[in-house]
T-cell receptor, first 116, second 113 residues
């Protein structure tokens, strides 16, 4: 158990719908990262928040958005869902980001999204 | 840009040693992580290298050569439970990529009795 929690574990929805995935980081971790993992793409970085502020952005679609709240939990919102959005969505957290230091990202159990 | 290459699949025998290689070409490279991921589960941290050389942690060791853009994960005394995907990931030093991990596609290791 990494200490990172994600809800829900599974989500089944229809094309065109909107869903919200939730993540609570490990106690004391300030950074939250979101990743998408599909069979043909591997683990893809979406976005990072640090202490409530957006820090880094990957290939996140405009239909997707995220935020980190004052209590440091984060939500990933996916809208106008398409079949290709079906994937495992992982959240990870770390203490801080310092150059040269080991800033290990610990992953939550993931949310499996199925779009029908 | 970022490019990380690792073999797609490997097989090995229980009790043996296996080496999983990873080559990377990333801008602003900071360090390299190895994660283990069983099917449908979360990646779990194995090792981190930022300096050249070998880091040993029990049955697992990881090596980094920054000048060659090369790393490997060495697994000794293989057990059946080591059958999993092994992910190599580069972390970035600065700019808009600060802190993000770029993952390779993963190497699926199958351990046979």
């Amino acid at each position: 158990d990494s200490g990172v929690t994600q809800t829900p574990k599974h989500l089944i929805t229809a094309t065109g719908q909107r869903v919200t995935l939730r993540c609570s980081p490990r106690s004391g971790d300030l950074s939250v990262y979101w990743y998408q993992q599909s069979l043909d793409q591997g683990l893809q970085f979406l976005i990072q928040y640090y202490n409530g502020e957006e820090r880094a952005k990957g290939n996140i679609l405009e239909r997707f958005s995220a935020q980190q709240f004052p209590d440091l939990h984060s939500e990933l919102n996916l809208s106008s869902l398409e079949l290709g959005d079906s994937a495992l969505y992982f959240c990870a957290s770390s203490v801080d980001v310092r150059v040269g230091a080991e800033d290990t990202q610990y992953f939550g159990p993931g949310t499996r999204l199925t779009v029908l | 840009g970022q490019n990380i290459d690792q073999p797609t699949e490997m097989t090995a025998t229980e009790g043996a040693i296996v080496q999983i290689n990873c080559t990377y070409q990333t801008s602003g490279f900071n360090g390299l992580f190895w994660y283990q991921q069983h099917a449908g589960e979360a990646p779990t941290f194995l090792s981190y290298n930022v300096l050249d050389g070998l880091e040993e942690k029990g049955r697992f060791s990881s090596f980094l050569s920054r000048s060659k853009g090369y790393s490997y994960l060495l697994l000794k005394e293989l057990q059946m439970k080591d059958s999993a995907s092994y992910l190599c990931a580069a972390t970035h030093a600065g700019g808009t990529s600060y802190g993000k991990l770029t993952f390779g596609q993963g190497t699926i290791l199958t351990v046979h009795p």
